[in-house]
């Protein structure tokens, strides 16, 4: 019954905008902390950024910061990742999870969703 879908991956341009979303059900979403990250191909999982449930503090990494923005719609159980200034390095997939606190570390987390491709290229 735990599902993390990402939807709002696809091409965009360098320098161009995409706004990733992360639908959660199944659990108690104001419990967990949600957080993004990515991998390419031949590249480890990085963390890309996450939000904390008990505070709404936000983390960045910081190839990323200044660029993205990570939100939550506790209403529509979803959060955004809206991404801005797209570099060709971006490219990956993106995955959401959910933690039952707020980390960089993706071992730590306990809900993977099946991810959505960006890719950024001209």
């Known amino acids: 019954e735990v599902e993390l879908v990402e939807t709002g991956g696809g091409l965009v341009q360098p320098g161009g905008s995409l706004r990733l979303s992360c639908a959660a059900s199944?659990?108690?979403?104001?419990?967990?902390?949600i957080g993004w990250f990515r991998q390419a191909p031949g590249k480890e999982r990085e963390g890309v950024s996450c939000?904390?449930?008990?505070?709404?503090?936000?983390t960045y990494a910081d190839s990323v910061k200044g660029r993205f923005t990570i939100s939550s719609d506790n209403a529509k159980n979803t959060v955004y990742l809206q991404m801005n200034s797209l570099r060709p390095e971006d490219t990956a997939v993106y995955y959401c999870?959910?933690?039952?606190?707020?980390?960089?570390?993706?071992?730590?987390?306990?809900?993977w969703g099946q991810g959505t491709q960006v890719t950024v290229s001209s």
């Open positions: 939000i904390s449930s008990s505070d709404g503090s936000t």
């Open positions: 999870a959910a933690a039952l606190a707020a980390t960089m570390n993706g071992d730590e987390y306990n809900y």
């Open positions: 199944g659990f108690t979403f104001s419990d967990y902390a």
